[in-house]
């Protein structure tokens, strides 16, 4: 017959043990391993109330306007609470107000075009620019690189709305440009420039430029110059260099670089409404106007999570790009 195990029990008349004492028949192990998981749960406790206040702050809005895109337009303006999927309808689609047949938003959808090509060809524009920037600074004795950078930052000193109004001056029909080739004899009548998507491609490169030249300079800044002088004494030409060694190198800068200034271009509003006149629209002067005079804060609200959505699929697709990039490095 099977004996019975017992729980061993403290002789009559023992003391109970001290939580404080420590138990002998624990391993140093568990007592560090308890101690970190104490002094992890306090960092979170003290983190708690900014975490609470950071999260509500942040996607509090973003659920407000979710909200608004779900509801019925108001004809004054607001919010009528009565559910309705008119607003997501209206970003890609319209009704005929004659014979009530449903058609393609044209007007939509060639703001949204615009937005995507002129985000696109500011991203390759500031990178041509910004390319040959990064890497003089990186050539550079490494005394003179912080005087460098300093003078790229000089734009971020003064107000985005200045520096808008800065590049109208060049380009209108009495600015730099046209003054120049109309006294030099090149042309008899101005170039009109401003108030065309030109002008709003050429703002957003200037105001986007120094995003893509630091992320540039932080990767070449780390590119081992000794592969350059190799692929060199192996014959290779400039281009073969350049195209074999160095852009693989500073890949990451590069995919950063055209992220900070691809995402706040698609939803540029201040530089496409100065150069573009009210006339060019891009996606933020598209929201702006349902919100304002468009009265229809459903399809407003309905634009923005779509704005927001189109960042999130580029910012995915960047951190699935720098996973494959670290896994790769490892």
């Given amino acids: 017959m099977a004996s019975q195990e017992t729980a061993p029990t403290s002789p009559p008349g023992a003391s109970a043990p001290d939580p404080a004492t420590p138990d002998p028949a624990r391993s140093e192990h568990s007592y560090v391993e308890e101690a970190r998981r104490r002094e992890v749960r306090g960092k979170w406790l003290l983190a708690a109330p900014a975490l609470v206040v950071l999260l509500a702050a942040a996607s509090g809005p973003l659920l407000i306007v979710l909200v608004y895109s779900f509801l019925t337009p108001d004809p004054y303006g607001g919010v009528e609470w009565q559910f309705s999927l008119q607003g997501w309808f209206q ?71 200045i520096r808008t109004f800065a590049i109208m001056e060049v380009i209108r029909n009495e600015g730099i440009i046209n003054t120049i080739l109309m006294t030099t004899g090149i042309i008899e009548q101005p170039i009109q420039m401003l108030f065309t998507d030109f002008a709003i491609l050429l703002g957003m490169a200037y105001v986007y430029l120094p995003l893509m030249v630091l992320p540039l300079y932080a990767s070449m800044e780390k590119l081992d110059f000794r592969l350059v002088e190799a692929a060199y004494d ?97």
């Fill in 91 to 161: 970003v890609v689609f319209a009704r005929d107000i004659f014979d009530e047949t449903i058609g393609l938003a044209d007007a939509h959808l060639s703001i949204f075009w615009r937005s995507v090509q002129l985000s696109f060809l500011t991203t390759l524009l500031t990178l041509i620019f910004g390319f040959p920037t990064a890497y003089f600074i990186a050539t550079r004795p490494q005394q003179y690189r912080e005087l460098w950078l300093f003078l790229i930052t000089i734009p971020f000193w003064t107000n985005l709305l």
């Fill in 234 to 330: 192996l014959y290779a030409t400039r281009f073969q260099a350049l195209r074999r060694v160095i852009i693989p190198a500073v890949k990451p800068g590069i995919v950063a670089g055209a992220i900070l200034v691809f995402i706040p271009s698609l939803g540029a509003y201040v530089t496409p409404r100065v150069l573009g006149g009210g006339k060019h629209l891009m996606l933020g002067n598209l929201i702006e106007l349902q919100f304002g005079q468009g009265r229809n804060w459903p399809l407003g609200a309905a634009l923005s999570i779509t704005l927001l959505a189109i960042v999130m699929v580029a910012l995915i697709s960047y951190v699935r790009n720098a996973g494959r990039t670290d896994a790769g490095h490892g």
